[in-house]
């Protein structure tokens, strides 16, 4: 993609000269060409120039999906400031935290981003340097505290590359923004729109605009968001991709899916990784679909450990973990960082994710992979989404809970998995999801369920 391995052409700037009425952005209100784009760009780098922010400060930036909101995010990467998104979700002790850690001199919300300088910093061809420190993203915390992950510009630059080259997009395509930005995933919408030329969508209802608008060709889902399309018979068998990642997705909704003719690519990723390390090819045969999460996509390597923990490095692994005006280095002396994940290759060099390290317990003294239940529970017609949690046990130390969200019964369940596994990894209980349908979760907490599985078997207790 580029000659000089360390450096690349601004790509807005690029489309801004030579195709400055083509499409950047699609709004609720309307679009935004690459011209608009630049231009707001260049009155935002006015607003950071008037701020005090300048070259290797960190801008925090806690506000929801907007326009506005990828004109700074291209000032800073032009003034080369660091920019951190925040979820606007977040307490305010929370959010006071973390802009604390990353050590951020300003914090932009949704009202500093819509109040922009009229002047404009003049328009420049301009180059991208790829090792240049570009953002801090916190990692979801499903396996343990959020940590501030520092990328490159390379590391976005390369992530977008390989995901482009298994995932056809280019100018004329179109791609819904339907993850939050504060999310690496969500970043990475970003990123490969931008060096592929292709649109990207803004809209306060992402879903329902999917379902009304002819535009996208292109989206990324998590399970949640997956099931509620597939509720209201979205007919999405039109788009060239629908991106599945987040969590592991339910193996009858996945065959509900290709029931449904959805170009559905299954990828397996990290915010460590700069977002998919592996993903599905096209027309990928549905036991692919199944019990893989897809191959190693370019400028990623992976290495199993001799207990099957996957290992990770390439051109789209993250700088390390920002902390205070310090950088944590979490890699052996070859550059590998161990994800704590396990899994095995296929034959065919396909991945498969067997589950986290960290999630198996032990009950009377025999190892339990949730992980294999939750695979086996989602096989269930039914059944949408599936969490197996340990519960302290005075007896066996800890035995399996199952979270359950779907319409089969506890005795449906049980004849399930009597065929299939032994009697120390069949839950003891069936207890309802936890949380709403639409919650915006992109993964499970698994301490939440654990503390919710320990609430109800006090509260049965009690009752007792």
């Not at 709004?27 to 005090?52: P, Q, S, V, Y």
């Not at 806690?62 to 800073?76: D, F, G, K």
């Not at 500093?112 to 990692?139: I, N």
């Not at 329902?208 to 949640?224: D, G, I, W």
Request: charged letters at 20%.
């Amino acid at each position: 993609m580029t000659k000089d391995p360390l450096k690349i052409p601004d790509p807005i700037t690029l489309r801004a000269i030579s195709a400055p009425q083509a499409v950047a952005l699609y709004t609720d209100e309307g679009f935004w060409t690459w011209a608009d784009l630049d231009e707001k760009a260049r009155r935002m780098a006015t607003k950071l120039k008037n701020d005090g922010i300048g070259q290797g400060d960190i801008v925090a930036i806690c506000a929801y999906s907007q326009p506005n909101y990828m004109a700074l995010i291209l000032a800073c990467i032009r003034g080369k400031v660091v920019f951190c998104p925040l979820s606007p979700q977040l307490p305010e002790g929370a959010l006071q935290e973390r802009i604390r850690e990353v050590g951020a001199k300003v914090c932009y919300q949704d009202a500093a981003l819509a109040d922009l300088p009229t002047d404009a910093v003049p328009l420049e061809k301009t180059t991208w340097y790829l090792p240049q420190h570009a953002t801090l993203v916190f990692t979801s915390g499903s396996s343990g505290s959020p940590k501030a992950a520092l990328h490159s510009l390379g590391n976005h630059y390369w992530s977008a590359d390989g995901s482009c080259q298994n995932i056809v997009l280019a100018p004329g395509h179109c791609w819904l923004l339907s993850l939050p930005l504060y999310h690496v995933s969500g970043l990475g919408v970003v990123f490969r729109c931008w060096f592929s030329g292709a649109s990207l969508m803004f809209s306060s209802s992402p879903l329902e605009m999917l379902q009304k608008s002819h535009l996208p060709t292109h989206v990324s889902l998590v399970s949640t968001q997956a099931i509620r399309l597939l509720e209201k018979k979205a007919p999405l068998d039109r788009l060239v991709a629908v991106l599945l990642g987040g969590s592991a997705l339910p193996i009858s909704v996945i065959l509900e899916m290709v029931s449904r003719k959805w170009p559905i690519f299954i990828s397996y990723g990290m915010t460590e990784m700069t977002s998919q390390i592996t993903t599905t090819p096209p027309n990928a045969p549905l036991t692919c679909l199944i019990e893989t999460s897809g191959r190693l996509l370019l400028h990623r390597e992976i290495r199993l450990n001799a207990d099957g923990e996957i290992c990770v490095r390439g051109k789209t692994r993250f700088l390390g973990y920002w902390k205070k005006n310090h950088l944590v280095e979490p890699f052996d002396e070859q550059g590998w960082l161990a994800t704590g994940d396990l899994g095995s290759w296929t034959e065919n060099g396909f991945l498969q994710v067997v589950g986290r390290k960290d999630n198996l317990f032990i009950s009377g003294g025999e190892n339990i992979q949730p992980e294999e239940i939750e695979n086996l529970i989602s096989q269930v017609p039914g059944i949408r989404n599936a969490l197996v949690v340990p519960l302290p046990d005075v007896v066996y130390g800890q035995r399996p809970v199952a979270f359950i969200q779907g319409e089969a019964t506890t005795s449906d369940l049980l004849l399930a998995l009597e065929k299939q596994l032994p009697r120390f990894k069949i839950p003891v209980y069936f207890l309802d999801w936890p949380l709403p349908k639409d919650s915006p979760e992109l993964k499970p907490q698994r301490h939440f369920f654990e503390q919710k599985a320990v609430e109800y078997l006090e509260k049965k207790l009690s009752l007792s």
